[in-house]
């Protein structure tokens, strides 16, 4: 069973359009590849809230360096 793509317009400014050309850049993917994968992270951030769990980054370690708040 195939899936239907829904094209999708997204205005943006020429400084986040800068970041997501950087950013593809560096992660060796297209803009919209970029796009599909953060909608992919916030749907996993989005779900740990729900379930009172935070987001964080941790070092080699497991010491957290930086909690993701605000989301």
Same mark, same amino acid.
């Given at each position: 069973? &195939?899936? %239907?793509?829904?094209? @999708? &317009?997204?205005?943006?400014?020429?400084?986040?359009?800068?970041?997501?050309?950087?950013?593809?850049?560096?992660?060796?993917? &297209?803009?919209?590849?970029?796009?599909?994968?953060?909608?992919? @992270?916030?749907?996993?951030?989005?779900?740990? %809230?729900?379930? !009172?769990?935070? @987001? &964080?980054? =941790?070092? %080699?370690?497991?010491?957290?360096? %930086?909690?993701? =708040? !605000?989301?």
């Amino acid at each position: 069973m &195939s899936r %239907k793509q829904i094209r @999708l &317009s997204l205005d943006v400014s020429p400084e986040l359009n800068e970041l997501l050309d950087e950013m593809a850049d560096k992660t060796h993917s &297209s803009k919209s590849e970029l796009l599909r994968k953060s909608i992919a @992270l916030m749907e996993v951030a989005v779900q740990e %809230k729900e379930r !009172g769990n935070h @987001l &964080s980054i =941790v070092n %080699k370690s497991q010491q957290i360096i %930086k909690e993701i =708040v !605000g989301l």
